[in-house]
């Protein structure tokens, strides 16, 4: 059974930091990882979506990799700021009729 | 338009209760779900519609029934809760259940039953 596993849960930087978000996955069988961001008791928004061939995705300050023989994610964001504060979650995509394997976030605060 | 569109954002119920969650999304995509996030949780995956077929129901109690009238739209009817079901109640969808798209959620419903 696929496991998603993020760390750290929680992160608080000062703004201006680049930093690191990791996703690990136990089933290196997927379609494709995906990085969604949620504020508090809002939606999920996707950020990016990494297919199983690709090996990174860029939007704006955000950069995503994906090593999926060795079952890891890493979100980078850079030049951090206050607006970036928000849980950050990633989900994995199996082959067949199955849904989302989310992990259960990072908690991240950007403080000005 | 990359929007899914839920009603309504708040919902106080009572135990005996009956109310209806709706979604909505014109991307045309045939893949819909149902997902409920209790708070500091990632989402649960609750349903899924599959060309306005149930495809997936992951063992929710029958006090949920969901219902997908047109590839539009999605309900979530629910009848005799539990305090313990008070959530956010996400809805997504995506072009196809088993393919490489993104999947879109709505802004939730959060639901609190007394």
Redo the contacts between chains.
């Keep these: 059974k696929q496991e998603v596993t993020q760390i750290p849960a929680a992160l608080s930087v000062p703004e201006g930091e680049n930093l690191v978000l990791n996703c690990s996955f136990t089933d290196s069988a997927i379609y494709n990882l995906q990085w969604f961001r949620q504020d508090p008791g809002k939606g999920l928004t996707s950020l990016l979506l990494i297919q199983s061939s690709q090996r990174e995705q860029t939007s704006g300050r955000l950069n995503a990799s994906l090593d999926k023989s060795s079952g890891r994610s890493t979100l980078y964001i850079a030049a951090s700021q206050p607006g970036d504060s928000a849980t950050y979650l990633c989900a994995v995509r199996q082959p067949g009729n199955t849904p989302l394997v989310f992990g259960k976030g990072t908690r991240l605060s950007v403080i000005a | 338009d990359t929007e899914?569109t839920?009603t309504p954002k708040h919902l106080v119920m009572g135990m005996t209760n009956k109310k209806s969650l709706k979604c909505e999304q014109h991307m045309g995509h045939r893949a819909m779900?149902w997902y409920k996030q209790k708070a500091?949780?990632?989402?649960e995956?609750m349903f899924?519609y599959?060309y306005e077929k149930l495809?997936?129901n992951?063992s929710v109690p029958s006090r949920f029934s969901p219902e997908c009238p047109n590839s539009s739209l999605l309900n979530l009817h629910l009848h005799a809760l539990q305090p313990e079901d008070s959530a956010?109640y996400?809805c997504?969808s995506s072009g196809l259940?088993?393919s490489?798209d993104?999947?879109?959620?709505?802004?939730?419903t959060?639901l609190t039953v007394l």
């Design positions: 899914v839920q779900y500091k949780k990632p989402p995956l899924v599959s495809s997936i992951e956010l996400l997504a259940v088993s490489t993104t999947q879109y959620f709505g802004p939730g959060r």
